[in-house]
Structures are given as C-alpha cells and as structure tokens.
C-alpha cells in the first residue's frame, strides 16, 4: 500500500516557481527576438538596396529610360552613362545556357535515381551527387579557366574558331554543371513520392519501365519537376565566382558564345574590386544592379515556391 | 456484343514488345550516363588539380603552402593568412550564427502557435534562403563595413564585417535544418517530460535539444562548409588578398582561402597555377574534411534510432 503523505510532499514542492515562470517567459522572448532577426535580416536588404538606389538615380543623373534601354556603362566620361541590357543579356546567356546542360542531366539523373536505380547504387550516387553540391563555386570557375576553355580552344581552333580566355561558352557549361545536382535531387524527391499505385496500375495495364517513368510518373510530378527547374535557374542567375573566373566581365551584347560577357552579379564584383570611391555614381550602380538582381531571383524563388504548394495540395 | 468489340481491337492491338522493351533500355542507359556525368566531372575537376602538381611532391608542396604567405614571386607564395583568416571566420560563424539560428528554429518549432506571424517568418526564411549569395556582400559592404557612412560605427573591412555577413548568410539555412531536427523527435518525449512537470523550456533544454541535436549538428556543419567556400561575399567586404598578416583579433584585417585562391587564378603568370591548384586542393580537403564528420554523426543517429 502506498501512503499518503500530504503532509512531506507539501515541503519540497510549491509548485511552479515564479522564477521557473520567469524564465519560460524569458526564454520565449529571446527565442522570438531570435527568429525576429531573420525578418530584420530581409527589412536591410530591401532597405539598403532600395535607398541606395534611390541615391544612384539622384547622384547620377540617369533617368529610368536609360537605366533600362541604355547599352553603354561608362562611368569615365563627364556624364556618366549605364545601361543595364548588357548585363542583363550576359546574365541571361548563362541561364539559357547552364539550363540547356543542367536540366536534361539533371532530369535524366532524378528519373534514373528514382525508378531505374538498384537500392544500393541509389545509396552511394546520391550523397555523391550531394558533395558536387558542396564543392566551392570558385573551384568551378577554376576548371573552367584551366580546363574547359583550353579543351575548347584545342578543339575549335583547327575549325578556325577563335576562343576567348574568358568565354560565355565555358560559364555556361560549368554553371550548368553547378545546378545538376540541385535539379536532380529535388526532382527526385518529387518523383520518388508519386503514389505507387500508379506506378503498379500502369504495369498493370502492360506499360513497360520506360513508359511508366515518363508517361505516368514524370506527369503526375510535373509541377515539382518544373519547381526545381526555376529554382537551378534563379541560383545560375545569382551565381558570382564560377561567372566570373569563367565568363570575365566585359559589358557587350554578342551572339558569338565565345567572347566574354559580363553578368549583374560579376558587374557587382568589379565595381568593388575597381577603385570607385564610396557615394560616387559607379559605387552606387551596384546597388541598382544588385536590386534588380534580387527582385529577379525573388520573383523565381516565390514562382518555385507557388508551383510547389499546387504540387502539393494537387497530390493526395 | 463483348467478343466483337475484343476481335476487332486485336486487329489494332499491335504491342511491338520487343521495339518498347529496346527503346527503354536505351532510355535506362542514357540516364545512366547522364547520372555518372556529375560523378565523371567530379573526377575529372579533382584529377585535373592534382595533374598541375605531377611534378612535385604534393604534400610537402601543400605544407609549404599552408607555411608561407602571399607574394609577387610564385615560389615565395602560400596560404598561411588566408587559412587562419578563414579559421576565425569559422569560429566567428558558429558563435554567431548558430545560438540565433537554432533559437530561431526551436521558436518555429516549438514555441509558435502556428499563426499568421509563424507562415510569415517561415516564408521569409525560405525566400531569404535563394537570396544570392553576392546580394548578402552588398549587404555586409553598405550596412558593417561602412554602416550608411557613418564613421563611428563602421567597422570596416575586419574580420566582424566578413563573419557577420557570412552569419546572416548561413542563417537560413541552420534555421531550416534544425527545423527539420526538431520534427523528428518523437512527440511522445515531449508529452512524457510535460506530463511529469517540466516546463516547456525545461522540456526542450532537456530532452527536446539533446534528442534533436546530431541532426542539429549535421545540418549545422554541412551550412558552414558552404559559408567557407563562398567567396563573392567576402571579396564585397573587403577580405583583400594582400594582406600579410594573421589576425589577431576580430578587429583586424583579414584575408580567406577562397579569396586568395580567386586571385591567384586570375594570375596571367603561369607560375601561380601550381599556387592555386594547391590551394583548391587545400579547400577541398577542409570541406571534406567536415562533410566526414557530419555523416558520421548522421550515421550514428541512424544506428541510435534502430537501436
């Protein structure tokens, strides 16, 4: 029999202490205060971003006209000019490129990884492809400056091609090679959680492996596929070293792939790196640069996100 | 009625099994080799770094390398500065970075009702996760290093300027991947530890952390591997490559590997490549130096939870 004792308990517990109170309510506030600074850390981008492309408008003197249709950045001369098509151009050769080589591959990899792939081979490609995805973005850049574009120059020279050092040719290929991995993880993700039974009703219905895969499971996790295609596409937008190292920064609207190009983020990069002196018109075009490059990027981001809350509230 | 419609659809009903069964193989194949392509240019990338240091012993070139300081004279130069300026940006990340992202992360987790507030610091973390990585150096340029102009307060191109940017730009990230370790601790811990009484702070310092804290820990290193690599950020900031010092505090100048490394690369003189080559060698082997122990500990919450 267990007896009662009212009479002990009551002198080692008092209830909840006022400090254990206290401190709950501490805790709770601190931990607000720490997931508040994630939401200041967004308030200064666009702060910082905003106002100080406010002040590039007024110091320089370039209406939004120009900023948009402008194709010359000059900021020697007296008045200073700047266009964003050039960069804007250069950026956009190395999304339209990196996504010709990315999005095959890395579609080829998730439907491979999910349907063709034995459990054990599945096991050691995918932490594999995980490491590509860690690897600095500045050791891409690396091998495209000492290996891709040598391979191409060697390669194209006897068809009396001529290839630039930096070359928007080899960006695309590296940043292509960059966003694989990010492309075929997430789509495998999606692919592997379309529901069984459609797979098992198609082989049912004497569909063979490669009919399953592309016309029942690739459609059925269409809109994740084309969530993780925006999103490889926003991160070749914002990726900076392997551009840089790759791609070089010389403003110019060209068609020939092989001559340099210059993108928003390796624009940003050489205003910091030249001698522009803070508050001057040049210093500030960074800031414009970086807005538009951020609103970009967003606008995917949020794209991406959309299309994936569709996928999921579509899929039962 | 049945076997007339059955006779007439077996004329059309051509399978052409062994055209379909071929075609899939190839298909099979091809994404097969799209598949290996990552791990063959991997291969390619790491063979293609090691192939410029052939003709020298590469571990006593990389120890050089990791002895001596940058200089004009290729021979003469090394990552001494750039290694210890990366050291202490790490040690500044993950006292920075790590108290307010898994507190952060615990308050989403555990302390919010799930409201209004809650989906809307949620979308900004994910949003703020896509933020380019060189939209985070302007950040750290206008508002640490040069604090909107004002003197007083701006801490210039030092070591505070380059961690704190580097902080807000892995924070994010450790948000989401401690989220994810908070959610797999069994709800029942929780429940058990509130039913005999425990606050729910108590409940989380006690049980909920401990339980989730291998994830957190694996998450967490796997975020800062990134942040060592970055180097556009820090070449916003600041970290100029010639400098010929180790720091000594986190008010001085600093310089990274990954600057370093970028500079070199860009050398015209030939002699440099060797240099650079070394110090992506060096790079890699810190990240994968990291990315072991986080799979480690991955492994081993794996074997404690079938345990």
Redesign the interface.
């Known amino acids: 029999m267990i007896k009662i004792e009212p009479e002990s308990n009551r002198s080692n517990w008092s209830g909840?202490s006022r400090l254990?109170?206290a401190?709950?309510a501490a805790?709770?506030f601190?931990?607000?205060?720490?997931?508040l600074?994630?939401?200041v850390?967004?308030v200064?981008?666009l702060g910082?971003?905003g106002g100080?492309t406010i002040s590039f408008f007024r110091v320089s003197k370039i209406g939004m006209f120009e900023f948009f249709t402008g194709t010359e950045i000059d900021f020697k001369s007296a008045r200073p000019r700047f266009g964003l098509p050039p960069l804007l151009w250069g950026t956009f050769v190395i999304a339209v490129g990196s996504s010709l080589v990315a999005l095959?591959?890395g579609l080829?990899?998730a439907?491979?990884?999910s349907?063709?792939?034995p459990e054990r081979l599945r096991r050691v490609?995918k932490?594999?492809?995980e490491?590509?995805a860690?690897?600095?973005?500045?050791?891409y850049?690396?091998?495209a400056?000492?290996?891709i574009t040598p391979w191409l120059q060697s390669v194209l020279a006897p068809l009396g091609i001529r290839v630039e050092q930096f070359n928007a040719f080899s960006g695309c290929i590296v940043v292509g090679?960059m966003i694989?991995?990010l492309v075929?993880s997430l789509s495998e993700d999606v692919l592997s959680a379309a529901p069984r039974s459609l797979r098992e009703a198609g082989y049912a219905l004497?569909a063979?492996?490669?009919?399953v895969?592309?016309r029942i499971v690739l459609p059925a996790s269409f809109s994740g596929v084309a969530a993780s295609f925006i999103?490889a596409i926003?991160r070749a937008?914002?990726?900076?070293?392997a551009v840089v190292?790759a791609a070089g920064s010389l403003a110019q609207i060209k068609l020939n792939p092989f001559t340099s190009i210059e993108t928003m983020?390796a624009y940003?990069?050489a205003v910091?790196?030249g001698e522009a002196s803070?508050?001057s018109a040049e210093y500030l075009s960074?800031?414009a640069v970086?807005m538009t490059?951020?609103f970009i990027?967003?606008c995917l981001?949020?794209l991406s996100?959309a299309v994936i809350r569709r996928y999921k509230e579509s899929t039962p | 009625m049945i076997p007339a419609v059955a006779a007439r659809s077996g004329g059309d009903f051509r399978p052409r099994r062994l055209r379909r069964k071929l075609f899939g193989a190839a298909f099979g194949v091809a994404c097969f080799v799209a598949t290996s392509i990552g791990v063959v240019v991997l291969f390619i990338m790491i063979r293609s770094v090691v192939v410029q240091l052939s003709d020298v012993p590469i571990f006593e070139f990389l120890y050089k390398l990791t002895g001596r300081f940058g200089s004009i004279d290729p021979d003469r130069s090394g990552y001494k500065a750039g290694i210890w300026g990366t050291v202490w940006l790490l040690s500044l990340v993950i006292f920075l970075a790590i108290p307010v992202g898994v507190g952060a992360a615990v308050f989403l987790e555990e302390y919010s009702a799930p409201n209004r507030l809650r989906r809307f610091i949620q979308t900004n973390i994910a949003n703020l996760a896509g933020v380019p990585s060189i939209v985070y150096g302007i950040l750290g340029l206008a508002l640490f290093a040069r604090a909107f102009g004002l003197k007083r307060l701006a801490l210039g191109p030092t070591l505070w300027t380059g961690s704190l940017t580097l902080g807000l730009l892995v924070l994010p990230v450790i948000v989401i991947t401690t989220q994810e370790a908070l959610r797999t601790v069994p709800a029942s811990l929780r429940q058990g530890a509130l039913a005999l009484g425990g606050s729910r702070w108590q409940v989380i310092r006690d049980h909920v952390l401990p339980c989730a804290l291998p994830g957190i820990m694996t998450g967490t290193i796997l975020a800062i591997s990134r942040a060592i690599g970055e180097t556009a950020p820090l070449l916003m900031v600041g970290a100029a490559a010639s400098i010929p010092l180790v720091p000594r505090s986190p008010f001085d100048r600093y310089t990274a590997l990954p600057v370093e490394i970028y500079h070199y690369a860009k050398e015209a003189d030939p002699g440099f490549k060797p240099v650079a080559s070394g110090g992506i060698l060096i790079l890699l082997a810190i990240l994968f130096l990291m990315n072991s122990v986080a799979i480690v500990l991955r492994n081993r919450r794996a074997a404690s939870n079938r345990g």
């Open positions: 909840p254990r109170n401190q709950g805790t709770g601190l931990l607000f205060g720490c997931a600074i994630t939401i850390t967004t200064l981008i910082v971003l100080e095959p591959i080829l990899s439907i491979f990884l349907e063709y792939a490609l932490p594999t492809l490491l590509l860690g690897i600095p973005t500045i050791v850049g690396y091998l400056l000492t290996v090679i694989v991995p075929s004497g063979t492996k490669f009919e895969a592309t999103l926003s937008i914002g990726e900076t070293m190292l983020t940003i990069v910091t790196n803070y508050g960074l800031f970086g490059l951020f990027t967003l981001n949020m996100g």
